[in-house]
Each structure stands twice: as structure tokens, then as C-alpha cells.
């Protein structure tokens, strides 16, 4: 039995390109009723979403994009779901630019899309934000040094952020995804 939601009215933002995962959460949440904004730095092509190109690993352009939604943007439901998984195999034949790339995409790219958002919901005493892991934070996998230690910091970020607004009307959750991975 699937769940359904009614989104009419809500405002829903997407951080990545809106494939796979990202594509599947935009269509659910068009579904039901929500306006679906995507943030990519590449853009994306979601039918009936609307897309801005953001790096969000530019605390000025997540401010710029921001600031076109509206004066006082109303962003009801943040999905955190831009990332990179980067070359696989050992980390000692990872370059620092890789692994730096990684952390910058996913995991800070995650604290700083909500730190923009978070403000507006709390201002409002409403807000939902979901940060999209990856179950390599709580296993680490071998190949992949930097996007575990990556994930997990999106686990315990969530965590913390969730006990800090508790009270606050907003709810702070995440999703531990499956990657498949070369053996």
C-alpha cells in the first residue's frame, strides 16, 4: 500500500540533477500536489518542475537562486539530493581534488542549501527537509573512503539538525540510499 499526500499549495525544492532518486522524489511530490523547483548546476529536465542551474557548492549562487524565488521565499519541503559518488577504488590513488569534490557536493553542499532555507522555515514554524545519504555513511564501503565519510557526516548532520529545530515545527529526516557498487 503506497502512502499519498496532499501537497496542494506547498513549494517543494530539489537539490540535484533529477535522475534517478532526484527524478523519482520530483514526480512524487508533483503528485501530490506540490510546485517542484530543481537546483542543478547543470539543470534539469523534470516535465511540470521547474529547473535553475546552482551549484551548490556556491554559497552565492544558492543566495542568488534563493533571492529569485521571492523576497520572503516560502520553501515548505527541501530535498538535499545533489551528490557525486566520484571514482571508485583505493584511496590512495583518490587525488585531493577528487575526494574534496565529494565532500564539497555532498555533504557541505547539503549544510549549505539548508542553512539558506532553514532561517525561512523557522520563521514560519513550518518546514520539511530531507537529506538524501547513502547507507555507505553507517557501513563504509571500500572504494569508496570519501563518499562514506561523506555520508556520514550527512547522517549525523541530520541527526543534530533534527534535535536542534525539535519543537520549532520543523522536522528534519533522512534517507540512507543503496549505491550499487563494482565488487
Known amino acids: 500500500m503506497s502512502n499519498s499526500y496532499d501537497l496542494t499549495g506547498k513549494l517543494a525544492l530539489v537539490t540535484g540533477r533529477a535522475k534517478?532518486?532526484?527524478?523519482?522524489?520530483?514526480?512524487?511530490l508533483m503528485a501530490s500536489g506540490a510546485e517542484v523547483?530543481?537546483?542543478?548546476?547543470?539543470?534539469?529536465?523534470?516535465?511540470?518542475?521547474r529547473s535553475s542551474?546552482?551549484?551548490v557548492t556556491r554559497t552565492d549562487a544558492i543566495a542568488?537562486?534563493?533571492?529569485?524565488?521571492?523576497?520572503?521565499?516560502?520553501?515548505?519541503?527541501?530535498?538535499?539530493?545533489?551528490?557525486?559518488?566520484?571514482?571508485?577504488?583505493?584511496?590512495?590513488?583518490?587525488?585531493?581534488?577528487?575526494?574534496?569534490?565529494?565532500v564539497?557536493?555532498?555533504?557541505?553542499?547539503?549544510?549549505?542549501v539548508t542553512q539558506a532555507v532553514l532561517p525561512h522555515m523557522l520563521r514560519r514554524r513550518s518546514g520539511r527537509i530531507v537529506n538524501l545519504g547513502s547507507l555507505a555513511g553507517k557501513e563504509g564501503l571500500a572504494g569508496l573512503a570519501a563518499?562514506?565519510?561523506?555520508s556520514?557526516?550527512?547522517i549525523a548532520f541530520t541527526k543534530a539538525l533534527s534535535r536542534e529545530v525539535a519543537g520549532h515545527g520543523v522536522f528534519v529526516n533522512g534517507i540512507?540510499?543503496?549505491r550499487s557498487t563494482p565488487t
Request: charged share 20%; hydrophobic share 50%; no cysteine.
Open 147 to 150: 563518499y562514506s565519510a561523506a
Open 176 to 178: 540512507a540510499r543503496v
Open 104 to 112: 564539497d557536493v555532498n555533504l557541505l553542499g547539503t549544510l549549505r
Open 152 to 154: 556520514v557526516g550527512i
Open 37 to 49: 523547483r530543481i537546483w542543478d548546476r547543470h539543470g534539469a529536465d523534470v516535465s511540470g518542475a
Open 20 to 28: 534517478g532518486i532526484g527524478k523519482a522524489v520530483a514526480e512524487i
Open 64 to 102: 542568488r537562486a534563493l533571492a529569485e524565488l521571492a523576497a520572503e521565499p516560502v520553501i515548505d519541503i527541501l530535498v538535499n539530493d545533489a551528490g557525486t559518488l566520484g571514482g571508485v577504488g583505493p584511496f590512495v590513488d583518490q587525488t585531493a581534488d577528487g575526494w574534496q569534490r565529494i
Open 53 to 55: 542551474v546552482v551549484d
